[in-house]
């Protein structure tokens, strides 16, 4: 297969992260005997730093005829501590959302057997979780009309959904659940908003075409409550945007790291892959930035274009890494590392085409040796 795909690496560790994953594609290219063409753009602090504006003209153009789009990270201090900043690097990844019409974000979350014990959450509550959560992803408050009054001491957010937003999502998320343990959760507050009211109305009505799928509610408050007691009941979610974006957050405890979290934003003709974490500037440049959920994202590309064997590759050289602790210090603290070396052994591990045994001992003297 050929495909094209931009290349976004943002701010802070955005570039470090991505370059691990366009790494890992190429090894999967190279193995598959695919074609996979790179070509970077700048997005975020970078671009405001350099055009003025966080999307520039030349980086929407290229994702727009691009066959996917691979995303590090947005975000700088300098706008982040100043809220009179009228230009901010989030604005570029909300338009990109818009223009490439990606209104649905997929993220899945996992509790790996060998990082029980680093979560912070007990492990018998964890341990077995696997879930994925649908976030609406260009709709909602993010996106609604915003004001503030002249004197600066009134604001306001408008929060506002249509049925036809709501059900374009809700089909992709009915035939996620059916593809799994049938179970989808709408998460809502439909006690307080008309538009949660909206949303239980119409998946409501919705879930009638998928009788094969038991579907229940949680308020968001109670849904937050559930995901750290017992996140094993929970199959498939289905939520709005602001929602959405706060539980999969709170879900990265589950697996010990929110660097081990990937996501998918699509569309009906485009689509992005991303980490959920943020730019994490304390981090830039110090090879300390866990690059695997941008490499599990990269798996997701791949699962898009019905590379599903290629992406198993993917995820199962990430379990390998797991397994051996060859991970970056925010779950290994003893004998960790670096981004760049991570990445080197998950390559190593995707281009060995005869499952060579990897050797422990040269492993622990922080090598990344296959024999």
Request: charged residues 25%; contains cysteine.
């Amino acid at each position: 297969m050929k495909l094209n795909i931009a290349v976004l690496p943002g701010d802070g560790i955005g570039p470090e992260i991505t370059q691990q994953s366009v790494k890992v594609l190429k090894a999967v290219a190279d193995r598959f005997e695919h074609e996979f063409h790179f070509e970077e753009a700048a997005v975020g602090a970078a671009a405001i730093d350099f055009w003025g504006n966080p999307l520039p003209d030349a980086t929407l153009e290229l994702c727009k005829n691009s066959d996917a789009v691979l995303f590090g990270a947005i975000g700088d201090p300098k706008y982040d501590n100043d809220p009179s900043a009228k230009v901010r690097p989030e604005q570029g990844l909300l338009k990109l959302r818009k223009e490439l019409g990606l209104f649905a974000n997929i993220r899945p979350v996992k509790a790996y057997d060998k990082l029980v014990d680093r979560s912070p959450l007990k492990a018998e509550n964890i341990s077995g979780a696997d879930m994925v959560i649908y976030r609406e992803l260009t709709g909602g408050i993010y996106f609604g009309e915003k004001s503030t009054s002249e004197d600066g001491k009134t604001a306001s957010d408008l929060c506002s959904y249509s049925v036809e937003e709501i059900e374009r999502i809700a089909h992709l998320a009915f035939k996620a659940a059916q593809s799994r343990n049938k179970k989808l959760t709408l998460v809502d507050k439909a006690n307080v908003l008309e538009t949660s009211r909206l949303w239980r109305k119409t998946v409501t009505e919705l879930g009638k075409q998928y009788d094969d799928v038991q579907l229940d509610f949680l308020f968001v408050d109670n849904a937050a409550m559930q995901m750290i007691l017992n996140p094993k009941q929970f199959d498939v979610i289905l939520t709005e945007n602001m929602f959405g974006d706060i539980l999969s957050d709170e879900a990265s405890v589950i697996g010990g790291s929110i660097g081990l979290l990937e996501s998918a934003s699509v569309g009906e003709k485009s689509a992005l892959f991303e980490p959920i974490h943020g730019s994490y500037p304390q981090a830039t440049g110090k090879g300390i930035a866990n690059p695997v959920a941008s490499i599990l994202s990269a798996a997701m590309l791949l699962d898009h274009f019905g590379l599903e064997k290629e992406a198993a590759v993917v995820r199962k050289a990430v379990e390998v890494s797991i397994q051996f602790n060859v991970c970056t210090p925010d779950i290994n603290t003893d004998n960790h590392y670096t981004t760049e070396k991570v990445g080197d052994f998950l390559e190593s591990v995707i281009s060995d085409t005869e499952n060579h045994i990897i050797n422990n001992d040269n492993l622990n003297f922080g090598q990344m040796t296959i024999i």
